[in-house]
């Protein structure tokens, strides 16, 4: 661990500054004494007292709020957040520093969020970082070095335009995300985003502007190579999946190692909440429609500047619906436009569907409601559709509570 005398003048004096303004205000006796702690912050914000006092003070009042020092004896995570969010810790780097695998691509975040709460499922993950920062005092006492930092290994493999669209997953990322910058800063130490494809950069064009200088530096992006080779600088062979460049595997031969590391299975149906209680058809401005068996509904909406991000909720009196969005320059071109994303059946019997879009350029964007496939039933549908525009958007802030 750091210690006062090992730091230069500067910081040396900006941690005793830092620690004599706020540590009355710091409850557990450890953590007050802990120089890492104000070394952090301050780095953070460039050593910018004032700055870095207010974002400690703000962090101080978030672990009181949220019971942060009892959260591994006092809360208990989501059941269905530790059984299938594929976040697992998978060993060590070669320094010490504890790693993350998520395999995030193939992730039932939809599912997840059928049968719990947005702050739920970003505290459970919550439970996840102190489980490191608890770790992590280990290792450095095991060690005798100080490890302060994580490695994050995020597998964007099968990542479809569907899930970089959907707007709770993106509303629990943004959540996250922020909670993670104002109360973590300076843990992450490299986060590898591997197999990437252009549906990732939809997702993190929305997650970017959230994330500090410092967090951007230390974020690799590769596409289907070059990643195994960077990730053994890192990892010993026999610590990382021979799935992703080491030698590391099942008792079987199995690359994937699903005995040992947490893979993502979709979240039976059976684990959703009851019926959803969010009712489109008993809110007025709701719109509803009928699409007749063998037949489909379209409903353009005219996008005038890049940036807007259209939103759109929508659910079925029973039964699923078939939905797709598609994009033409203009409103003359009588096609049915480029496919934007594909279509899928939804079934919104637990939850109401919601997206969202981000347009790249002005043009008439198609959502589509199909029910070409059924032969005997036709569909009642009601749905909220609107077009943001990016003057419009509300900046978003992070809630101090979690429960």
């Not at 006092?74 to 969010?85: C, G, Q, S, T």
């Not at 610590?239 to 040992?260: E, H, M, Q, W, Y």
């Not at 009588?334 to 109401?352: A, C, H, M, W, Y």
């Amino acid at each position: 661990m750091h210690r006062i005398e090992d730091l230069s003048l500067e910081e040396r004096e900006a941690c005793i500054e830092l620690k004599r303004r706020v540590s009355s205000e710091i409850t557990n006796e450890k953590l007050k004494n802990d120089v890492n702690l104000y070394l952090r912050f301050l780095r953070a914000r460039d050593f910018k007292l004032d700055i870095a006092e207010a974002m400690l003070r703000n962090h101080i009042a978030w672990r009181v709020a949220n019971q942060i020092e009892r959260i591994h004896t006092a809360y208990e995570p989501e059941e269905v957040v530790i059984k299938y969010l594929p976040l697992q810790r998978i060993g060590f780097d070669k320094e010490g520093s504890p790693i993350r695998f998520f395999d995030f691509g193939k992730a039932d975040i939809k599912g997840i969020l059928k049968c719990c709460k947005t702050n739920a499922v970003v505290k459970s993950v919550v439970w996840m970082f102190e489980e490191d920062v608890v770790e992590m005092r280990k290792q450095s006492e095991k060690l005798g070095k100080n490890i302060q930092q994580w490695v994050y290994i995020l597998d964007f493999d099968n990542y479809s335009f569907a899930k970089a669209t959907h707007k709770q997953t993106a509303e629990v990322l943004i959540q996250l995300f922020l909670t993670y910058e104002a109360n973590y800063p300076e843990r992450l130490k490299a986060a590898y985003v591997v197999n990437s494809s252009v549906y990732f950069t939809i997702i993190f064009s929305i997650i970017k502007p959230l994330l500090s200088g410092n967090t951007l530096q230390k974020i690799k992006i590769y596409g289907r190579d070059g990643y195994k080779e960077d990730l053994l600088k890192a990892i010993d062979a026999d610590v990382l999946p021979a799935f992703l460049g080491g030698t590391r595997t099942d008792p079987d031969g199995n690359p994937k190692c699903p005995s040992t590391i947490k893979l993502a299975v979709a979240v039976p149906k059976k684990c959703y909440k009851t019926k959803n209680m969010h009712r489109l058809k008993e809110q007025p401005e709701a719109r509803k429609l009928i699409v007749s068996r063998k037949s489909k509904m379209p409903i353009e909406l005219s996008v005038v500047e890049a940036g807007s991000v259209i939103e759109w909720e929508f659910e079925t009196e029973s039964k699923d619906i078939g939905f797709a969005l598609s994009y033409k320059e203009s409103a003359n071109n009588k096609s049915e436009g480029v496919e934007l994303i594909p279509k899928q059946r939804i079934d919104t019997n637990f939850q109401t569907e919601t997206g969202m879009f981000q347009c790249e350029k002005p043009g008439v964007y198609i959502l589509m409601f199909d029910n070409s496939y059924s032969w005997i039933y036709q569909k009642e549908i009601y749905v909220k559709i609107g077009v943001v525009r990016p003057k419009e958007r509300k900046e978003v802030k992070v809630q101090l509570k979690l429960v």
